[in-house]
């Protein structure tokens, strides 16, 4: 998989609304398709795409710290957002498209710094007009749950 380094490296609308939702999904996990600049900038990649299912996959480094030298809520939430939503674009039928309309994290734990995570989000209920999911933050190697997180999305055709 790469990331998009510009805007002209990013897919058209018109290219995008050609396809379903989980067809565009799977062609970012399989590097036909470039991944979102926010993956690189954060330390995070999509790692695994299902119809209705997303994981990504990342490690906090201390470029994601707050002031006390812990992984900032935001990082928590911006991850919990792309996995949950990603996971209600699998759902997204061909011209259509979406966006997060509220999403909530609840953070259980501190994650140390250096460990490496799995984001999961799995759709709940997609509609005509919305997307609900849920999501979670697990260590790989300890299998501790870190955080959770849901969210509502909307669905918009368009053409």
Known sequence: MY?????????????????????FMQGILDGRFPGPPIGQTLGYRLHEVQDGRVVFRGTPEF?????????HGGWYGTLLDSAMACAVMTKVPRGSVYTTLEFKINITRAIPLGMPIDCLGEVDHTGRSTGVAHGEIRGIE?????????????IMARG
């Open 142 to 154: 300890d299998g501790k749950l870190y955080a959770t997180g849901s969210t509502t999305c909307i």
């Open 3 to 23: 990331s998009a380094t510009s805007p002209a490296d990013l897919l058209s609308q018109a290219e995008i609304l050609s396809m379903s939702g989980l067809e």
């Open 63 to 71: 470029n994601v710290t707050n002031p006390m030298g812990t992984v």
